[in-house]
């Protein structure tokens, strides 16, 4: 879950149309504070995130959320992540680690092999 509901941007040469486009009236220089949904996909904003399993509270760089696939408004703290990519792991492959799985490792023996060459 996404605790942080907003977030203070300053405007720039940059991002200024990006404001524009979005129905900001915003002069360079100026702080919009914005609501967390429109902060732009390179953002290093940090945000503050409740993991949904334990509650444990984390803040994360805003472009990092995004990267790492998250459904929007979710969040899974290091540990629990750890927990739930076993889980889909073991029930898809059979196995902890990819690793152990005997057609990922040939696949990426190939691959290796490959860049080699
Ligand atoms: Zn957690």
Redesign the pocket.
């Known amino acids: 879950m996404i605790i942080t509901r907003e977030a203070k941007v300053k405007v720039n040469q940059i991002n200024l149309s990006y404001f524009e486009s979005l129905g900001y009236e915003a002069n360079i220089g100026e702080v919009l504070t914005i609501p967390v949904e429109l902060l732009s996909t390179g953002s290093h904003q940090k945000i503050d995130c409740k993991?949904?399993?334990?509650?444990?509270v984390k803040s994360v760089i805003f472009k990092n959320y995004i990267k790492y696939g998250n459904k929007w408004g979710t969040y899974?703290?290091r540990?629990?992540?750890e927990h739930k990519r076993k889980k889909s792991l073991n029930l898809n492959f059979g196995v902890d680690y990819p690793i152990q799985n005997r057609e990922i490792k040939s696949k990426i023996v190939k691959s290796l092999n490959k860049k080699k060459k």
């Open positions: 993991c949904d399993t334990c509650g444990s899974y703290c540990k629990c992540s």
